[in-house]
């Protein structure tokens, strides 16, 4: 039997359970329009006997697919053949021990750890899963693909197309709403760029009419491909981690991919017995886009085994189309206020006995000066997890004591706006790029200090603030 044979793709709700094959195009279940997994015959598969085995994969660095932080682990997504696998160098990210966010979330030295996934070639955690995606985009023969995306999963698409030259890039963003590091990839490797005069919801919606009419195919996370490279962030942290599994992993949640990414990958090695202990999960919503939050706990919804109550979400959706209500934060690569994998992220949760917390544009802000000030830089939407962490040991569920992990999704250079604005003298600019958004002060901005043409005042200054 080929080794597609024992992969094919599965509803997430167990009463469905219908199946389809690995070779076929879907986003969604056949049966009860439900989200898919991408699922394996364990049994009949070569597993490693512990962990420790991808590590030979190291002493071959010179070929692509061990060099590649996805393909490394290929015995843990094994749904194409390996010599099938894309890869443009993806995951050769880092697990940064950081004393100065540690301080600042309130835990001991050495508890705290940052998974800096800015690091990436296209600079955000997206590459993982898009190696993934576009390797079953090859098997099935695609030759154009789309997204709706707030910036980075365009910029991931539009990276992998240009550099492959596997398939034609389609990009969905909403009017304005993505920063310029993120827009310049996309438009820099040639993707066809189309604003929709909406936001990143209203795109995301038109994607996929889009591309089920036209065929193309969808590299949004609703894609499972795109979340079986995404569990390889977790693999790499337990890897630097010596395999021992941290207490905590924060993560920043939009449309809920990377968090549904970490529960399956969790939950696939404690099947697998290569783990003894599954870590707990945060997901952090940035507070003007908090669905999550407000659904997991203010309404107290939840997997429930898999017959989550779907009504509440439904009449939450309702509700918020009344009112008007838009998604609305600083930290735009979050700006989702109908995350597609909603569900997937229940179960997620239910799997690493989760929470959820939101916090605002200031905390968010705050909290990214913290960690650029120690050392990796990272976008907004990063920040949530360092912003949530804080909050968490302050409300006693983190313990100073628990190995922390945040996910840092997204490189520093992807937003310079919010960075400038929160470090700038300029009241205006601050005020016109933050105050908007409800951010009253920089407690750790970093100002540029004028001084005159003169050499004598340069080093006056130097010696003044030096
Ligand atoms: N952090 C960054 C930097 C992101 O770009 C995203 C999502 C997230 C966090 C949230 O991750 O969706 O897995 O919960 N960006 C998507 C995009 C939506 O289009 O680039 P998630």
């Known amino acids: 039997m080929a080794q ?36 394996y015959a364990w049994d009949h598969l070569p597993l490693p006997r512990s962990l420790r085995e991808f590590e030979a994969a190291w002493a071959r660095r010179s070929d692509p697919h061990c060099f590649s932080g996805v393909w490394r682990f290929h015995r843990l997504l094994p749904f194409a053949p390996i010599e099938q696998c894309v890869t443009v160098g993806e995951g050769q990210t880092l ?3 950081s004393e100065g966010v540690a301080k600042y979330v309130g835990v001991k030295p050495g508890r705290l750890f940052l998974q800096y996934e800015g690091m990436n070639p296209s600079g955000s955690f997206k590459d ?54 993120k827009l310049s990839q996309a438009l820099d490797y040639g993707a066809l760029t189309v604003q929709i005069a909406g936001d990143f919801d209203d795109a995301m919606a038109r994607v996929q009419e889009v591309s089920s009419q036209l065929g193309i195919y969808l590299v949004n996370s609703v894609n499972p491909f795109r979340l079986e490279g995404q569990k390889t962030i977790m693999f790499r942290v337990l890897e630097a981690l010596g395999w021992e599994p941290p207490d905590w992993i924060l993560v920043p949640g939009g449309n809920l991919g990377n968090s549904s ?19 707990r999960l945060a997901v952090i ?21 898999g017959s989550p109550a779907q009504d509440a979400v439904h009449a939450f959706y309702d509700d918020m189309t009344q009112a008007g209500n838009r998604a609305k934060t600083i930290a735009s690569a979050i700006e989702i206020n109908r995350p597609v994998n909603l569900l997937k992220c229940l179960r997620a949760l239910e799997v690493m006995d989760g929470v959820v917390r939101e916090v605002s544009d200031q905390e968010i802000l705050d909290a990214k000066a913290q960690v650029g000030a120690g050392g990796l830089g990272c976008e907004p939407a990063s920040a949530a997890s360092v912003a949530g962490a804080k909050r968490l040991v302050s409300e006693g569920i983190i313990g100073r004591d628990e190995r922390v992990v945040c996910v840092l999704t997204g ?14 003298t300029d009241q205006e600019l601050f005020n016109k790029v933050l105050g908007s958004r409800g951010v009253r002060r920089a407690a750790f901005a970093n100002r540029a200090v004028a001084v005159p043409n003169d050499i004598d005042e340069i080093i006056k200054a130097i010696h003044l603030y030096g």
Request: proline share 3%; glycine share 8%; hydrophobic share 40%.
């Open 261 to 279: 990414a970490f529960g399956k990958a969790f939950q696939e090695l404690a099947l697998l017995g290569l783990i003894r202990r599954i870590p």
């Open 411 to 424: 490189h520093q250079l992807k937003d310079p706006d919010a960075t400038v604005a929160y470090h700038t």
């Open 4 to 39: 597609k044979d024992y992969a094919f793709q599965q509803c997430i709700i167990p009463a469905c359970g219908a199946t389809c094959g690995v070779d076929e195009v879907r986003v969604a279940c056949p049966r009860c329009g439900s989200l898919l997994d991408v699922a």
């Open 95 to 97: 697990l940064h021990a």
């Open 128 to 181: 993982n899963g898009m190696s993934a995606a576009f390797t079953h985009a090859r098997f099935v023969n695609a030759t154009r693909a789309a997204c709706a995306s707030t910036g980075n999963t365009s910029a991931s698409l539009a990276l992998y197309c240009s550099v492959t030259r596997l398939m034609k890039a389609v990009i969905f963003i909403g009017s304005g709403k993505i920063s310029y590091g």
């Open 285 to 305: 919503n940035a507070a003007g886009a908090n669905t999550l939050y407000q659904l997991h706990e203010k309404q107290g919804l939840r997997w429930n085994g």
